[in-house]
């Protein structure tokens, strides 16, 4: 279901909402689920595009998948290919996940270099290398790259960047190899640790996941699992800074606050006021003027890569000169034109983008070019004065369940027309 979103703005959110289960760690545990041959039962999946895309990657291996709303069943007893057909590897970026697990399992493994955002140059020479480490051979086919290792043993490993996708693909395979793997370098983000924890629920032996060395000591086989998401820090960011973009009060029940901490100290900096409850739930609004940030976006623990374009329109709300370095992705800034549309002063320099906020914003005609750009012209529609027509809808439902009525909820005015 496409179209367009239609947004009165120049209302503050206000309210509170419960986000969904991650995006991107529920991606990891359908893939998860390929390195067993027992039932796996997923909760709190988000009702998002990608999962149905991630699901019909795992179908066309010969697994069953099963989506009950925010339950996933996964059964992977068999393979009937051990590679997916690359118009839906194209689908998303996560589809290049499924190659650690069946690697892993049936000895062989395709996948062509996977679609997803168009946010930059995204190679998968961290996976492969990762791969040909664990003793597989790789090697292109056409448009695929084939792995093949008769038994993958483990070894020490240094991933030239700490990739995200990279390292969960790697640990995938190597939960099954013979012998110990030595992850150096790896990703800490908590959506990695949660895949791991998923991991170890189902028999596999992994620590130091959250650092940047993790250990994986090899298992025969893994059993069937019962899990359950972590909430979404990205949806959670991105509506807290639509509350600070329109200057309302906006309380996330289920965030955790912990896998926040580079935002909120950001928030701190603008001067916003932030209350964060002991284990879960996040609040913020503001009582004072905002002060203009510099931000560089990093991987974790630093400024998420995701949030930068919904911090960028936050700032077109802030007196003064604020910056946003971009030190993950070389194409992030695809929604600054959109945003110039709707009237923000904010220009590109490199890697850096300039914002001179402050200014007001009126409602126009804007694309969401991908999921986080969409996010930033649906808060910069959400400041603005007048209505917002937002193209791209497509774009939004791959990442963020039932966003008209979670800004609903939150007293904006918005339809899906
Ligand atoms: C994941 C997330 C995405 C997030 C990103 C960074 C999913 C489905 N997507 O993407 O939402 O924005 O992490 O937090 O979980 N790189 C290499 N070689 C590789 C792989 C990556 O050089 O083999 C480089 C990329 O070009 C990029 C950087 O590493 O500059 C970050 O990419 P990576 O961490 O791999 O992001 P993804 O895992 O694709």
């Known amino acids: 279901m496409d179209g367009r979103f239609v947004i009165h703005g120049g209302k503050p959110l206000q309210g509170e909402i419960a986000v969904s289960g991650s995006k991107n760690a529920a991606l990891y545990t359908l893939a998860a689920a390929l390195l067993s041959a027992d039932p796996v039962t997923i909760h709190n999946v ?34 009937t290919s051990t590679s997916p057909p ?4 194209m689908a998303l970026r996560a589809s290049f996940l499924v190659m650690g697990p069946v690697l892993a399992r049936v000895g062989e493994a395709g996948c062509a270099s996977p679609g997803g955002d168009v946010i930059g140059v995204r190679p998968v020479d961290v996976h492969l290398a990762g791969f040909r480490a664990l003793g597989a051979t790789v090697e292109r ?14 070894t020490r490993i240094f991933l030239d960047y700490p990739s995200v996708l990279g390292t969960v693909n790697v640990m995938f395979a190597a939960t099954l190899a013979e ?37 994986i000591e090899g298992v025969d086989q893994l059993h069937g699992t019962e899990y359950e998401v972590i909430p979404d820090r990205i949806e959670a960011g991105t509506y807290l800074l639509g509350g600070i973009a329109t200057g309302g009060d906006v309380r996330i029940t289920n965030a955790d606050p912990r896998s926040l901490d580079s935002l909120l100290s950001k928030f701190q900096e603008l001067d916003a006021k932030v209350e964060v409850g002991d284990e879960f739930g996040v609040q913020v609004s ?12 990093v991987p974790y623990p630093g ?7 919904p911090m960028a329109a936050t700032l077109t709300q802030v007196q003064g000169v604020s910056t946003i370095h971009e030190r993950v992705f070389d194409n992030r800034t695809l929604y600054v034109g959109e945003l110039r549309t709707l009237g923000a002063r904010i220009i590109v320099g490199g890697q850096s983008v300039i914002i001179e906020g402050g200014g007001n914003l009126s409602g126009a005609v804007v694309r969401a070019l991908d999921i986080r750009a969409g996010a930033a012209v649906v808060i910069g529609g959400l400041a603005a004065s007048g209505e917002t027509s937002v193209a791209g809808v497509e774009h939004l439902d791959r990442g963020y369940a039932h966003l008209t009525e979670q800004l609903t909820a939150l007293g904006a005015e918005v339809a899906r027309i």
């Open 303 to 309: 400024f998420p890569t995701d949030l930068h374009a």
């Open 141 to 154: 086919s056409g448009a695929e790259w084939l792995a093949r290792a008769s038994k993958l043993r483990g």
């Open 46 to 79: 988000p009702d998002i595009a990608d999962i149905n895309e991630m699901a019909d990657v795992c179908r066309s291996l010969g697994a069953a998948v099963e989506i009950s709303g925010t339950t996933v069943h996964v059964q992977a007893r068999d393979f």
């Open 86 to 89: 690359i118009a839906r590897v």
């Open 179 to 215: 012998g110990t793997t030595t992850i150096v370098n790896a990703a800490t983000e908590p959506e990695v640790s949660m895949a791991a924890n998923m991991l170890n629920s189902m028999g596999a032996r992994i620590s130091g996941h959250g650092t940047g060395i993790m250990m």
């Open 286 to 297: 503001c009582p004072h003027p905002l002060r203009a940030i510099q931000v560089q976006a």
